[in-house]
């Protein structure tokens, strides 16, 4: 299976700050690469897909890069509802998998 | 619009079996996958398996000789069996359509599932 390293594991920043989350993908995965975001007691919500494209509804504020095979997500401005558990995804190869998480809070 | 409703006992007893149905509406089953997720409590997200729009299923290895899926295209309705529960089943389990390329766009509100005696 491959294996998505993801970091930090937990964050705490400012309101109006930017942050990075990072995915490392344990070999080549072509840009198939998710993020969804998750708060508590709720299901996730898909932010990203093939690396870069924002999903429907979900501000500009987020965005997806590559360099390789570790991909990013970072959050500009951010905002109290930003606050929760963040998962990356690759599907492109069988079974998906998921990073661990990442656990942004506000300062 | 699309949603997806799971549902299903929230106990159950070592050893036994876990019956879970996602219930679908806003989008059909022939047209959209429908993938099961578990997530321990706190802890990351597992994908189980999923059932693809043309009917047929993919397992995941660790948990195929455990698990079926299945469905009802007549009562938009994705079925999830698990034999031989125990206790690190214990988990809240969601159903999600994949918006193609298994990217998961809608996902149901899940059902927390405790496997106790």
């Known amino acids: 299976d491959i294996q998505m390293t993801q970091s930090p594991a937990s964050l705490s920043a400012s309101l109006g700050e930017t942050v990075s989350i990072e995915c490392l993908a344990s070999e080549d995965i072509y840009s198939n690469l998710a993020w969804y975001q998750q708060k508590p007691g709720k299901s996730p919500q898909l932010l990203i897909y093939y690396a870069s494209s924002l999903q429907d509804g979900v501000p500009s504020r987020f965005s997806g890069s590559e360099s390789g095979t570790q991909y990013s997500l970072e959050i500009n401005s951010l905002q109290p509802e930003d606050e929760g558990d963040y998962f990356c995804q690759q599907s492109y190869k069988f079974p998906p998998t998921f990073g661990a998480g990442t656990k942004l809070e506000l300062k | 619009q699309v949603q997806l409703m799971e549902s299903g006992p929230g106990l159950v007893q070592p050893s036994e079996t876990l019956s879970l149905t996602c219930t679908v509406s806003g989008f059909s089953l022939t047209s959209y996958n429908v993938h099961w997720v578990r997530q321990p409590p706190g802890k990351g997200l597992e994908w189980m398996g999923v059932m693809w729009s043309g009917g047929s299923t993919d397992y995941n290895s660790a948990l195929k000789s455990r698990l079926s899926i299945s469905r009802d295209t007549s009562k938009n309705q994705v079925f999830l069996k698990m034999n031989s529960l125990q206790s690190e089943d214990t988990t809240t389990y969601y159903c999600?359509?994949?918006?193609?390329?298994?990217?998961?766009?809608?996902w149901g509100q899940g059902v927390m599932v405790t496997v106790s005696s």
């Open positions: 999600a359509r994949d918006k193609g390329g298994g990217n998961f766009d809608y």
